[in-house]
């Protein structure tokens, strides 16, 4: 049988997570037979776009036919999406779609005019590999009809050891787009101390708040010896707010994937689709609010940490060995 994982390249070779996520799926599904074919658009040229819509995509796979072909959704182009579905399903007997993000939650929340063609690509495959439940029962109740099935958890291809100090000493970090995470410039901690990555810092933190610089993902894990990754989003102590911080209620962001793999508990906002995961899993806290940090670390043992810090370090060598995308593909190839 005659297997591909499509990945449309469309970052720049930057220090930011953009591809992290689809070059691991590649990494795990070529080990499971996989053939890895990449495909590079340039989405912000008018000229590019309509000669990859008209000359480009026609002549994708010219001489490969398959049996099944996992596509990495989405591409950030509407425009190209509708043609290369076409193209796909003339070339292969199954297509599914791993969804990276579903759009019409993130980026055009409310836009019906864009979810009518989101669904529309959905329903056009043979199944979705979807974040998680809340994911599912949201495509479900707004009319995706193929059979969709649940990846859990991002796995993490993290080439770094995983961090096994359980010693607790109220630390966390947080790694991510600093310019859209405003609710940094209101924390201000006295007991506990938090390190922040990533590009487009403040100019200046609160009382025990450091910045660290900015590095690659696969460097980052380097430096995430604290005993909490946090995970949150938007200007808000006490939600997670905007367009982000409510994409959180469906999707799984992926930096939850890179302080788990690096041994590394989380905080997450309880009302993000990952907290039950978490807390399954004893892998973290979920919390309402950030307004009092000091006093969240302050009610938790040196006992209750260990145990996190253990079923982290168990789950971050599932992670890193791809155990989620692998059962996934297994579940959709069997629907």
């Known amino acids: 049988m005659k297997k591909a994982i499509f990945t449309i390249e469309e970052y720049d070779k930057l220090n930011n997570a953009g591809p992290k996520a689809k070059n ?14 990449h495909q590079h658009f340039n989405i912000h040229s008018k000229v590019q776009k309509f000669k990859d819509a008209y000359w480009t995509i026609p002549h994708l796979f010219e001489n490969n036919n398959f049996d099944e072909l996992i596509f990495q959704y989405p591409t950030y182009s509407s425009f190209l999406m509708k043609r290369l579905v076409k193209k796909m399903r003339e070339k292969t007997k199954r297509l599914f779609f791993i969804v990276h993000d579903v759009e019409s939650l993130r980026l055009f929340q409310n836009d019906e005019g864009y979810w009518n063609g989101e669904r529309n690509l959905f329903n056009a495959t043979d199944g979705l590999i ?43 970090c947080f790694a991510g787009n600093l310019f859209k995470s405003k609710f940094l410039e209101k ?19 609160l009382e025990g708040v450091s910045y660290m610089g900015q590095m690659s993902p696969d460097k980052l894990p380097q430096k995430l010896t604290q005993n909490f990754g946090l ?7 006490n939600t997670c707010s905007g367009k982000f911080g409510n994409y959180m209620r469906y999707n799984n962001p992926h930096k939850v994937s890179l302080y788990l793999s690096s041994g590394q508990p989380v905080i997450i906002w309880n009302q993000a689709a990952l907290a039950n995961f978490v807390k399954e899993n004893k892998v973290g806290i979920a919390v309402d609010s950030l307004e009092n940090l000091d006093g969240i670390l302050d009610k938790i043992t040196e006992e209750q940490y260990r145990l996190m810090k253990h079923n982290t370090v168990e789950l971050a060598s599932s992670l890193r060995n791809g155990q989620f995308i692998k059962q996934a593909v297994e579940n959709i190839e069997n629907c």
């Open 231 to 237: 995970v949150w989003d938007g200007k808000e102590l």
């Open 130 to 172: 979807v974040h998680n439940a809340q994911m599912k029962q949201w495509l479900q109740e707004n009319g995706v009809i193929v059979p969709m099935v649940e990846l859990g958890i991002f796995d993490y291809n993290n080439p770094q050891k995983i961090n096994q100090a359980s010693n607790y000493d109220k630390t966390i």
């Open 24 to 37: 691991d799926v590649d990494f795990f599904l070529k080990k499971e037979g996989f053939e890895i074919v």
């Open 187 to 205: 924390i201000k901690l006295k007991k506990a101390k938090m390190e922040i990555f990533g590009s487009n810092p403040s100019r200046q933190y």
